[in-house]
């Protein structure tokens, strides 16, 4: 299985559970509502006191699924590493690494030997969809 679906299955199975979680919780809260009407108001306080914080925990979790996927665009962008040779202007483009910084050593050059440095450090513009 790859690690996109696996992902995604997370995705949904967390997406599912809130639903159930906030489903059940709703239930217990109109249970405990029926059992206050009956006259066992000290269940109705306990029922209600679990149903929502079950209504809080799943409402909270659908919200944390709401923002990572508003997220996701951002992360689909591509960060690139320009390096440079000072003598030749020669250049090297390649993903960002984690230690990259402006002005680090890159290397040696391919075309002269010199050492490369790092120019440029970017994000790449996601590409738009066309109609």
């Given at each position: 299985m790859q690690?996109?679906?696996?992902?995604?299955?997370y995705f949904y199975l967390l997406i599912a559970f809130s639903i159930v979680?906030?489903?059940y919780s709703g239930w217990m809260l109109y249970s405990g509502y029926v059992s206050m009407k009956e006259g066992n108001v000290e269940s109705f306080?306990?029922?209600?006191?679990?149903?929502l914080v079950g209504i809080l925990l799943a409402l909270?979790?659908?919200?944390q699924v709401k923002r990572r996927v508003s997220l996701?665009?951002?992360?689909?962008t591509k960060v690139l590493t320009v390096?440079?040779?000072?003598k030749c202007n020669f250049k090297v483009m390649k993903n960002?690494?984690?230690?990259?910084y402006v002005f680090k050593e890159a290397g040696k050059c391919q075309q002269c030997g010199e050492?490369?440095?790092i120019s440029q450090i970017y994000q790449e513009e996601p590409k738009k969809k066309q109609d």
């Open positions: 690690a996109r679906s696996v992902g995604s299955l979680v906030l489903g306080y306990y029922t209600a006191f679990i149903s909270s979790s659908l919200m996701l665009p951002r992360l689909a390096a440079l040779c000072s960002f690494a984690v230690g990259d050492t490369m440095h």
